[in-house]
């Protein structure tokens, strides 16, 4: 164990091609992820009222998207198990994202095919079958991907650059999936909308592969424990749960404000759809623009003391726009376009810190384990992370079948906020117990490992 972190420590630090190459995938998903969970709702379930065409019924949207991400939910630790233990010539990681990624861009496009011109079952069969294609080819390009970012270097101030460079290309993803999405979807539709953002993705996806740098060889299968063994062994660390319970909360929140946008643009705004990408374009716009004072500050500080503070600012965002709109002193666009930001500036923090939180997470358990199991924790990490995602379907259909979503009753677009404000409080509760330094011999004293 010691040899392994030795080699790690001496070789050369990383180029700033080969973190770009690396964080490829990045772009890749924030194009996926922004367009799936923006437009998906708004496509096949659309406000009561309105001129377009609703293709299922809107439990059912709650019931394909929430299934879809717990089943892929499950399959996360399984993968990143898998990957662990897999020996090739290629690596542990590569073969997994060489034969996902095609997959994943060909059902993000069936996505947008319903068969049936109107409400029909043969339109949900379809799009969970699209759906189940969908995630588990997510997951195959995803799990492996996370997994390299312990090898790609042991010292934290590397690892903070290499996920802070990833989120700001992940963010110009976000962009052009955001920007450009609400202006396609209007003109060209929503297959053509599909297509022509999943072809750069789909490039950014092939591109990651020669920035991947494995640096631990995989150890013998008789030193390895069961699947179901290494599951229960993480998930009964109090740092790890601490650490899961606050990310599922925390995290869903971005993806129910993807959801929310169009919606609350229409009904909350009164502008028309396209609008939707001026929001989203804005949020991720201050999401890559506080890249650096977070990169500042997580030089600076721990990671725990700035992931409070990024949760503390999130709910503040989310509480300030419940009240968009209700003041006629200037314009609902403009009063969200003030209050958004400071919601979207803390994500940005989010997705900045939490890859290297899991990082510190891997290195813990091989201080108390003695193996390097990167990708099972990624893939744990997946588990709750998508079932908060998967929450954020039943959330929605929830508060809007509650509270209402149509022109003469919108109030569950507003409620939406304080929910993902509410699960944001309960995320800074649960992150109370986490102690873990920023680097192994940090963990190690204070752990007394």
């Not at 924790?377 to 588990?383: L, N």
Request: aromatic share 14%; with cysteine.
């Amino acid at each position: 164990m010691k040899g392994s972190s030795a080699a790690t420590n001496s070789v050369k630090p990383l180029a700033m091609g080969e973190i770009i190459l690396y964080n490829m995938a990045s772009f890749a998903f924030n194009i996926y992820d922004t367009v799936l969970y923006a437009w998906v709702p708004y496509f096949y379930t659309p406000p009561e009222g309105s001129s377009l065409t609703r293709y299922i019924p809107l439990a059912w949207l709650g019931i394909l998207l929430a299934g879809g991400r717990l089943l892929d939910a499950i399959n996360d630790p399984l993968v990143g198990y898998w990957s662990d233990h897999t020996k090739s010539r290629w690596g542990r990681r590569k073969p997994y994202i060489f034969v996902s990624n095609p997959f994943l861009f060909l059902s993000f496009i069936f996505i947008w095919l319903p068969p049936v011109q109107g409400e029909s079952m043969i339109n949900v069969w379809v799009l969970g079958a699209a759906l189940f294609v969908y995630y588990w080819a997510y997951t195959g390009v995803l799990i492996p991907w996370f997994a390299v970012l312990p090898e790609m270097s042991a010292k934290n101030d590397e690892r903070v650059k290499i996920a802070s460079i990833g989120v700001a290309i992940g963010v110009l993803g976000a962009l052009i999936g955001g920007g450009l999405s609400g202006p396609l979807f209007t003109s060209m539709g929503p297959f053509m909308m599909g297509l022509v953002l999943a072809i750069p993705a789909f490039i950014a996806g092939e591109l990651t592969l020669f920035g991947i740098h494995e640096r631990h060889a995989p150890q013998g299968e008789d030193e390895w424990p069961g699947f179901f063994k290494v599951c229960r062994e993480v998930f009964a660390d109090k740092q790890f749960l601490s650490f899961a319970v606050m990310i599922m909360f925390v995290q869903l929140t971005y993806q129910l404000m993807l959801m929310n946008v169009p919606y609350f643009t229409t009904l909350i705004l009164k502008r028309p759809e396209a609008d939707a990408s001026i929001l989203m374009a804005e949020v991720i716009i201050m999401m890559a623009a506080s890249a650096p004072v977070w990169y500042w500050l997580l030089k600076r500080y721990s990671k725990k003391t700035v992931f409070r503070f990024i949760i503390f600012a999130m709910a503040a965002g989310f509480t300030l726009s419940y009240f968009i709109g209700m003041t006629d002193a200037i314009s609902p666009l403009v009063q969200a376009m003030i209050i958004f930001p400071v919601a979207a500036i803390p994500i940005g923090g989010m997705f900045t810190a939490v890859l290297g939180v899991i990082a510190d997470l891997s290195d813990y358990d091989e201080l108390k384990h003695g193996k390097r199991r990167e990708a099972v924790h990624y893939g744990i990490y997946g588990i709750v992370r998508k079932t908060g995602w998967a929450l954020c379907a039943l959330i929605l259909a929830g508060v809007f079948g509650a509270f209402g979503y149509s022109a003469q009753n919108p109030e569950g677009v507003r409620v939406i906020w304080l929910v993902c404000a509410l699960s944001c409080a309960i995320g800074l509760l649960a992150f109370i117990p986490y102690r873990l330094g920023d680097t192994k011999e940090e963990t190690a004293k204070i752990m007394n490992l």
